[in-house]
């Protein structure tokens, strides 16, 4: 293994002062603290109609779409903090992996989620800090072959965490929990990588599809 991991960050969020998008960035300054390189996504950036098989067929495939499977394609990991919408993960996240899970003439099924490891947060600001959202979010990505870290985040009393609109968080302990869990993604890519370097396949050794480069 070469250089560093590469870290897709996606908040499930749209709102400029998402707290989800606030936890998001500080796990992933874990992540970059154990020497990950992280790609900061915006969806709002990457408008989706709700995918309509129709469209796709008679319209060919949405160019959001196709910009966010080549950054997928590139990256061996994921780091999602998401808001819980009804106890679920909010519909534009849902619909952007229903999108990027499409295969199409530039991208097969395993291109792009197959194989990555992701780890997941959630943060509101009830109690339950939308810990249920988590549950559906991993099923979604297993669904899609994605490893999902056990170990799992969900913030609650989100604003007493930070001071009004602030991104840094006032709550040390928070933000030390949150670290630890890009610091975990990061060891957890390492040692899949490792793992799946050595192992024989057919005789011979293989590499990782999404081997650090
Ligand atoms: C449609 C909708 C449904 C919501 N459902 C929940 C919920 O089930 N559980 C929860 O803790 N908060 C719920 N909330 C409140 C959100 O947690 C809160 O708006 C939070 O700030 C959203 O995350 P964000 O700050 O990252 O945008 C809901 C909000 C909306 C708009």
């Not at 602030?166 to 670290?179: A, G, K, V, Y």
């Amino acid at each position: 293994m070469t250089s560093k991991p590469k870290i897709l960050a996606i908040p499930g969020s749209l709102r400029h002062h998402s707290f989800n998008k606030r936890v998001l960035a500080i796990a992933a300054q874990g992540a970059e603290k154990a020497g990950a390189k992280i790609t900061s996504l915006d969806l709002i950036d990457y408008p989706l109609a709700i995918y309509n098989a129709d469209d796709h067929e008679q319209n060919g495939f949405s160019q959001n779409a196709l910009r966010l499977q080549r950054l997928l394609n590139t990256h061996d990991g994921l780091l999602i903090a998401t808001p819980s919408y009804n106890g679920s993960l909010p519909a534009v996240l849902k619909n952007t992996i229903d999108w990027a899970s499409r295969p199409n003439q530039y991208y097969q099924k395993s291109d792009i989620f197959m194989g990555k490891t992701a780890a997941i947060i959630s943060a509101s600001p009830g109690s339950l800090g939308g810990v249920r959202a988590l549950g559906h979010l991993r099923d979604v990505l297993t669904s899609v072959k994605v490893h999902v870290l056990p170990t799992e985040v969900a913030v609650t009393f989100a604003e007493e965490r930070f001071d009004g609109d602030n991104p840094d968080m006032i709550d040390q302990e928070m933000r030390q929990t949150l670290e630890n869990l890009g610091h975990s993604l990061v060891e957890m890519i390492r040692q899949t990588c490792l793992r799946l370097d050595t192992l024989p396949k057919n005789g011979r050794h293989t590499s990782h599809p999404h081997r650090i480069m």
